[in-house]
Nanobody, 119 residues
């Protein structure tokens, strides 16, 4: 069975940092691009970042560029999202996903992890 599991979501203060992890099992995450998405209450899911499988090239949405950094460790079958200078508007459920490339829709989705930014 192929699964993705996110972890690291929690309550953080504005201006603080969190690091989300995405652990793959049942398949080699190194063969896939790793995307991060988020969905805030009452809003549609939006793409946050993507890191390609081979070159580890990254891209980010305008709302997080310069604050969030995606990375991966193919040996550990894991992806990461380092989130700095958090804002209340970053509050959402964050999902990781694996796709053939950043231009393709995801093949696998995680179940999500809650990030809440509040003082």
């Amino acid at each position: 069975q192929s699964t993705l599991v996110e972890s690291g979501g929690e309550l953080a203060q504005p201006g603080g940092s969190l690091k989300l992890s995405c652990t793959a099992s049942g398949f080699s995450l190194g063969d896939f691009a790793v995307g991060w998405f988020r969905q805030a209450p009452g809003k549609e899911r939006e793409g946050v970042s993507c890191i390609s499988s081979i070159s580890a090239r990254t891209n980010y949405s305008d709302s997080v560029r310069g604050r969030f950094t995606a990375s991966r460790d193919n040996a550990k079958n894991m992806g990461y999202l380092q989130m700095n200078r958090l804002k209340p508007e970053d509050t959402a459920i964050y999902y990781c996903a694996a796709s053939k490339s950043c231009a393709y829709p995801p093949t696998y989705w995680g179940q999500g992890t809650q990030v809440t930014v509040s003082s």
